[in-house]
């Protein structure tokens, strides 16, 4: 449904543009970039929609006696470590409670209280662990208890005596291309 309506905004954004002719001013090209149908919705009284709060607190460090805090700005997406007071950034952080794990914050004229984000953790479900087949050889296998250093020498075995069998039927095509003549020396 969502999608289905982008893309009538967008047909009708075009159909406005075509309208208007190939000699439309380059604003209105222009104003499908600045308002694009894919871009973030407007709230109901035309403002862009922000999120809750414009900044979260993602981490706390103490190193040396400093306290370092990681601030997300949430409308430019990026972060920043700033300690206690420091000047020379969008927000300052004015206090921290360790108890609480929160900091007072000023921001934009503001005093925001941030508490610590608490992580999403979404646990996946593990693929099996199957050990790896080896093709038949006509040789039987012995039991060996999969370990990674294991597996690695039966792969590695698995490849050589692939090789050999491919060096096998070079030489045995040879001699039946070539009757008369002896077969090459053998590389092993």
């Not at 893309?7 to 009708?12: C, D, I, N, V």
């Not at 002719?21 to 308002?35: I, R, V």
């Not at 409308?75 to 929160?102: I, M």
């Not at 597996?151 to 039927?169: F, P, Y």
Request: hydrophobic fraction near 40%; aromatic fraction near 6%.
């Amino acid at each position: 449904m969502k999608y289905r309506l982008l893309k009538w905004a967008l047909l009708l954004q075009a159909g406005r543009l075509a309208a208007q002719g190939a000699d439309a001013p380059p604003e209105a090209y222009n104003s499908l970039l600045t308002n694009s149908p894919f871009g973030p919705r407007a709230a109901a009284n035309g403002a862009a929609a922000a999120s809750a709060t414009p900044l979260e607190l993602r981490s706390v460090i103490v190193d040396s006696g400093e306290v370092l805090f990681s601030l997300f700005d949430t409308s430019s997406r990026s972060s920043r470590w700033v300690g206690l007071n420091e000047p020379g950034n969008p927000f300052t952080v004015r206090s921290y409670d360790s108890a609480k794990g929160e900091v007072k914050v000023n921001y934009q004229g503001r005093e925001l209280v941030l508490g610590l984000k608490q992580a999403t953790i979404i646990a996946l479900a593990a693929p099996p662990v199957s050990a790896p087949v080896p093709p038949p050889t006509g040789k039987p296998q012995p039991a060996v208890a999969s370990t990674p250093a294991n597996d690695e020498a039966v792969r590695l075995a698995q490849i050589a005596e692939e090789i050999g069998r491919r060096r096998a039927l070079r030489q045995q095509a040879r001699q039946q291309s070539n009757p008369g003549q002896p077969p090459p020396p053998s590389n092993k």
